[in-house]
């Protein structure tokens, strides 16, 4: 038989088998909560007012309960009622705390229990049990002898009971719809379960809508979720261990699988119960179904009238103060006044939904002169909240207040407040944000390139249908909108794709024809500029800010610095530039003279440190010009940086890697070109004021990146002494895509003095040129036909790296290769001096030749 309280329990989702001594008879029993037992009809008197069971949450030390049986007239067998106060698992109570009343005595005093709750009592429990001789006496001693057991019981049954409640009220919302309304299960199943706490199973909602109601209701031991309030209203007062309830659950022994996660307490009465039955009795634990003052007991057992007698064991409300729920509104702002009734959403108590608990409920209505009245509502777990009946509202008025409240048993209980409305035809506006104090934020236009969030304000948002955007002339699109508690409408206007021009927002209220219009502009944002920072002696510019894209250039006197790169760390732009030759090019992609591959110092035009030292001296201010490419300048004022470490190049050699087999070797006739296998080795010496240390680097990038491939000591540098340094660079070592211009700068840990001051982080130089990285064909062939006036054939892999091939040096006669040309072979001019010229895709201006011999 405890195998089968506990199979039983486990079948409606309220307890997890756990291992223990079972009777091998009650192993073929299975069944659930399903068979109807006495009804007892119990109210409780606190401070003069009565109350029915079914509106009691928790008993308080001093109530007055009068608990009789409601049993049929023809009632045959005698039970007696036997109501038992618990005050802990470890102190017994006294016998004046257990009252008898024998149903089938004529006389009423002998039928109902009239108790007082005593003070120090936690619990309390009712047995009902077939009268025998002694009964009386063998109840009294085993709840005196074994009251944990008990506190257990009351704790745990009063838990299941109000769990059984919310999935009795689901099941009998599901199958009430699914009869009025077949259709529309998908819309009201997801509501119902959220109300209840019910574990939905969307999967259901996909089938046809016959079957969606029968199959909502499968495996009911996994459908009932742990609700916070109801566990609080049974959680133990005086003590009791509840690590078994923690532990069990997560055993191999908790029902082989049978527990469901979504029950909070595993409830193990066929171990609390079954571990003091004997002979006379057996206990059954029982499930109160409570409507008003009737409490209907429902057994998963039939009971029996031979020994052993079966007890039925029901909980009481537990003793002890209880804080009504935190009941929510779900709204997310107003709530329309419409045709039919109003919802009052709300959460955080499912119980509202399936018990009796709040009652009296009403919604207190202020209109905006401060008239009272009070509303009545009704709940409803399929519309997720408490339903008014919206002609009870002002007809005539905008905006009111409701404010939920009513009674939580005994106790006040007061929900939230909600703001209802009404649609109206009045204008729309843009407002500033809400919580801004600042009106000017209410205009401006919005910013192409991003979402923007818009602020409208109107008569009624809580009535808002939708709202839609219009660019131009082009179509009305819905866009992304939400009421907010503060009476307003927040929209996102998304101009991601960098839209400009008129904006209209449509707004459309439910019950009016026509939208309303808001119209906006929006415009690309300009950049916003925090700092620039130039360094005396030096060729480059760092700004600093938001939105540096639009960034042309920045001017100091005659000096144009370009961008050279822009990163970006959380929303912080960094824009790099390098100051423009005449010919308008980088010059940290050349050298001194203007011309890639001649060492700065050859002599020649001013090299980039002659140019940038007219920027002025270090601390002196001056003032910097930055254009945005939609024309408008801004102008900054900058103090001059002391020099940055700097380093000059003496001299370098191209290591060509090994010819590969079966090519045939390019003549390279400039000393910056780096094929992409070979080996550069170039020194450099340490410029004035600064002085070179062993922790020092050289980090090597392409044009255009701000990071790349840093050599160290042992690791590529290899230090001559304080002044140069030797440097070993294998073009395979670099970063992927790293072709076309290379360049490189000095990089000095922290605290190495520069220009006299100590650094607080690492000292980074300019960036200066270095060589071209080229990636180069394999040649494989090269054939003429014998006229000399006929075509020649260059044949080979990668030709797509070559940009022309020219018969002379001068390039008077070539032929160009497509971009992305696939071909292994060439129809190319000619050779006038036993030399074919080559133009690389990756350095346009070397010169690459190819002897015919």
């Keep these: 038989m405890a195998k089968s309280l506990v199979a039983g329990l486990a079948g409606l989702g309220l307890v997890g088998i756990v291992a223990g001594p079972l009777a091998p008879a009650a192993l073929a029993e299975s069944g659930r909560f399903e068979l109807t037992g006495p009804d ?41 009622v036997v109501s038992a106060f618990l005050r802990g698992a470890t102190n017994p109570p006294p016998r004046e705390w257990i009252g008898v009343a024998r149903t089938w005595r004529d006389k009423p005093a002998e039928q109902t229990l009239t108790l007082t709750v005593p003070k120090g009592a936690r619990q309390m429990v009712v047995l009902v049990v077939p009268d025998t001789r002694g009964a009386q006496g063998a109840l009294v001693d085993a709840v005196r002898g074994k009251p944990g057991e008990f506190v257990r019981a009351s704790q745990d049954l009063n838990q299941a009971s109000l769990d059984h409640a919310r999935l009795d009220a689901f099941i009998a919302a599901v199958r009430a719809d699914s009869i009025a309304h077949p259709q529309g299960l998908r819309k009201i199943a997801p509501v119902l379960a959220h109300s209840l706490s019910i574990k939905l199973n969307e999967d259901c909602l996909d089938k046809i809508a016959e079957q969606q109601a029968s199959c909502l209701v499968e495996n009911r031991e996994a459908l009932v979720l742990n609700d916070v309030h109801t566990s609080s209203l049974t959680e133990t007062l005086a003590g009791a261990p509840t690590d078994l309830a923690l532990t069990v659950s997560a055993t191999a022994a908790a029902g082989a699988g049978l527990y469901s996660p979504y029950i909070g307490v595993v409830r193990d009465l066929a171990r609390v119960l079954g571990a003091f039955s004997n002979p006379q009795f057996s206990y059954l634990p029982t499930l109160a179904v409570v409507n008003g ?87 409803s777990a399929e519309h997720g909240g408490y339903l008014v009946t919206s002609e009870h509202l002002p007809q005539n008025v905008g905006t009111v207040r409701l ?22 035809d009045g204008p729309w506006s843009r407002s500033a944000p809400v919580g801004s104090t600042n009106p000017a934020e209410a205009g401006g236009p919005l910013v192409a390139g991003r979402d923007n969030t818009v602020t409208l304000a109107g008569p009624s948002p809580g009535c808002v249908e939708d709202v839609s955007l219009r660019l131009g002339n082009g179509p009305a699109r819905p866009v992304a909108w939400h009421a907010t508690d503060e009476g307003h409408v927040s929209v996102t206007v998304p101009l991601a794709e960098g839209e400009t021009g008129d904006v209209r927002l449509e707004v459309r209220e439910q019950g009016i024809a026509s939208p309303a219009t808001v119209a906006l502009r929006a415009r690309a944002e300009s950049s916003r500029i925090d700092s620039v920072e130039i360094h005396a002696g030096d060729n480059e510019a760092v700004v600093t800010g938001q939105r540096l894209e639009q960034v042309l250039g920045v001017s100091l006197g005659d000096i144009d610095f370009r961008p050279d790169g822009l990163t970006r760390q959380g929303r912080t732009d960094r824009l790099h530039l390098t100051a423009q030759n005449a010919a308008g090019q980088s010059t940290t992609g050349q050298g001194a003279t203007g011309q890639s591959g001649a060492p700065q110092g050859s002599g020649g035009k001013p090299g980039p440190a002659t140019r940038a030292s007219r920027v002025g001296e270090a601390g002196t201010m001056v003032k910097v010009v930055v254009r945005l490419e939609d024309g408008r300048n801004q102008g900054v004022t900058v103090r001059i940086a002391p020099p940055r470490p700097r380093i000059d190049m003496i001299s370098r050699t191209v290591n060509p890697a090994a010819i590969v087999p079966g090519t045939r070797p390019l003549k390279l006739s400039a000393d910056d070109l780096l094929p992409e296998d070979g080996e550069l080795v170039f020194s450099v010496k340490a410029g004035p004021g ?102 020649c054939t260059l044949s080979g892999r990668n030709l797509f790296l070559l940009d022309a091939v020219a018969a002379d040096a001068d390039f008077t006669r070539a032929i160009t290769v497509q971009p992305g040309f696939t071909g292994s072979s060439l129809r190319v001019p000619r050779p006038v001096d036993g030399t074919l010229h080559l133009r690389l895709r990756d350095a346009p201006q070397a010169r690459v030749g190819l002897a015919i011999n």
């Design 40 to 80: 007892l009809r119990i109210t409780v008197t606190r401070a003069g007012k009565e109350l029915p069971l079914g509106a009691v949450p928790s008993l308080a030390e001093g109530d007055i309960l009068h608990i009789a049986a409601s049993l049929p007239g023809d009632q045959s067998a005698h039970l007696m």
């Design 403 to 424: 404010h939920l409240h009513g009674r939580w048993g005994f106790d006040a209980f007061e929900g939230p407040d909600f703001l209802v409305q009404r649609a109206d």
């Design 690 to 791: 600064t002085t070179l240390d062993p922790d020092d680097a050289i980090e090597v990038a392409r044009a255009g990146s701000q990071s790349g491939l840093r050599l160290t000591s042992g690791k590529g540098l290899m230090m001559v002494d304080g002044q140069v340094v030797v440097a070993t660079l294998r073009a395979a070592d670099l970063p992927p895509g790293s072709f076309g211009p290379l360049r490189y700068r000095l990089v000095q840990a922290p605290g190495t003095p520069v220009g006299g001051n100590a650094g607080n982080g690492e000292q980074v130089g300019a960036w200066q040129p270095l060589a071209t990285l080229a990636r180069l064909p394999r040649i494989t062939g090269f054939s003429c036909d014998g006229a000399t006036s006929l075509p």
């Design 293 to 379: 003052p009737v409490a209907s007991l429902r057994l998963n057992t039939a009971p029996s009238f031979s020994k052993p007698k079966s007890v039925m064991v029901m909980a009481m409300p537990a003793i002890g103060a209880d804080s009504p729920p935190q009941l929510r509104s779900t709204a997310p702002g107003p709530l329309c006044a419409r045709s039919g009734p109003l919802v009052l959403p709300v959460e955080g108590a499912p119980l509202i939904f399936a018990t009796g608990y709040a009652h009296d409920m009403s919604a207190r209505l202020t209109a905006p002169e401060g008239k009272q009245s009070e509303l009545d509502v009704t709940p």
